[in-house]
């Protein structure tokens, strides 16, 4: 074979080759325009999951949703088309028309008369044609540069984020409960290895389980929290009165304080009454509690708690301050019932003269090895409970409201340390819930 034979058939195999392409896309467009309605579907279905970012089965879904439209479409024909092949050459008849009349309304009216067969088959193939294209893009056998699927996924997590903001700012869209006792917790951006749906949705009972949410600085942390909150005493106040549970509590601490926690705890008030919380306690600005109702050696615990004592050598100091407290607590003449009654006994006479009726003689040994540090212990828990002021001198408790709203750490003056493991009033449920600075 010569030089000039091998580059003929080259070039014809060449131009063979293009021609089969060119004769393929001519036949897919020839497909197209014939079946317009559908392929209008199809357009609208792949632009609008590639604009939103959605899955290719939330298109498959939007299909079996119209397959009812279909039915009912099927049975009027069925029932006016006295014979089969006129009923089954009904769509083509309407197909026809809109040749007949190329106008705007003639097309407009032939959409409508096929819409029920050409809405759920234009999703089909939409659905088909986004997750083929998903595919080859993310493996690599499309795209002009190697970074093509980096880019892809890239763009399609910022419309995924976009249309799942959407869907939580649209009201209504995404409710408080949804169906067997789930939370949703807002749009959902990307499913792997889980079965894809528009909202993600926790359990409710997870919600007593500890619990992290991170974000960046104005990602939605708090509005997810104040959502979870509000679902969490829905679902426990529907059991309750469904008798599958007692009336739930919700204990929130804020201990980030800070000049917008009085507008959160605002939010919060509003969105748990909205939710058929009977009353919403906000601590310390309109509810106070009795810490000293509390059993003593519960008091005890807690007041130890209430304090940083540090670790490594200030372990000696922490044993004395919580032998301290356990004296002047569970003194035989019965507890403190305020702030100063509990400040006046972290005195080594006041002790001493408590103890000191021939009966507890161990008792009186501890108060005499701690009367040097007396002092200093008095003056810390002095300035704590100066910081609170009356807020913790009653009266109430917990069982005055359906959700408390703790204020820690705040501008005004509050415990930086909290923590006291106590369990929830009885007959009533618990779920505590900690807001952080982030």
Wanted: hydrophobic fraction near 50%; charged fraction near 15%.
């Amino acid at each position: 074979m010569s030089v000039l034979s091998w580059v003929r058939l080259t070039v014809c195999l060449w131009l063979l080759r293009k021609a089969v392409k060119v004769v393929k896309w001519l036949l897919i467009f020839a497909v197209a325009v014939a079946a317009w309605p559908v392929t209008v579907v199809a357009c609208a279905g792949y632009a609008a999951a590639l604009l939103c970012g959605w899955p290719s089965v939330r298109l498959r879904r939007a299909a079996a949703g119209a397959l009812p439209m279909t039915a009912v479409w099927v049975l009027l024909e069925a029932r006016r088309q006295h014979q089969w092949r006129a009923f089954a050459l009904a769509p083509v008849r309407d197909w026809q028309g809109s040749w007949g009349q190329p106008t705007g309304p003639g097309m407009a009216r032939t959409f409508l008369l096929l819409a029920p067969l050409a809405v759920p088959a234009g999703l089909v193939l939409a659905a088909g044609l986004w997750a083929w294209w998903n595919y080859a893009v993310t493996s690599g056998i499309r795209g002009w540069l190697a970074s093509a699927p980096v880019t892809f996924d890239a763009r399609q997590w910022r419309r995924q984020v976009r249309t799942a903001k959407g869907r939580i700012a649209a009201p209504g869209a995404v409710p408080l409960m949804a169906s067997g006792g789930r939370i949703p917790a807002g749009g959902t951006i990307r499913s792997i290895g889980h079965r894809w749906r528009p909202v993600f949705a926790v359990p409710y009972p997870a919600c007593t389980r500890h619990m992290v949410v991170v974000g960046a600085t104005g990602s939605g942390k708090t509005n997810l929290m104040m959502r979870l909150w509000a679902g969490w005493f829905t679902a426990a106040a529907d059991a309750a009165a469904a008798g599958r549970g007692r009336p739930p509590l919700l204990i929130v601490l804020d201990c980030k304080g800070g000049g917008d926690a009085r507008v959160k705890a605002g939010r919060t008030w509003r969105l748990l009454h909205g939710a058929g919380a009977r009353r919403v306690a906000i601590w310390p600005d309109e509810a106070r509690l009795s810490l000293w109702d509390l059993p003593p050696a519960d008091l005890a615990v807690l007041l130890f708690q209430m304090i940083e004592s540090g670790d490594g050598a200030a372990a000696y100091y922490a044993d004395i301050m919580q032998a301290v407290l356990t004296l002047a607590v569970t003194a035989p003449c019965g507890p403190p019932a305020r702030a100063a009654d509990f400040l006046a006994r972290l005195d080594s006479r006041w002790l001493a003269s408590a103890w000191d009726d021939g009966l507890h003689p161990g008792e009186v040994q501890r108060i005499r090895g701690a009367a040097r540090h007396l002092p200093d212990i008095q003056l810390r828990f002095a300035t704590l409970l100066g910081r609170l002021g009356q807020a913790l001198d009653g009266p109430g408790n917990l069982r005055d409201a359906d959700a408390w709203y703790f204020i820690l750490g705040a501008p005004r003056g509050a415990v930086h340390s909290c923590g006291d493991g106590r369990a929830p009033p009885p007959g009533r449920r618990s779920g505590l819930v900690k807001l952080e600075a982030a």
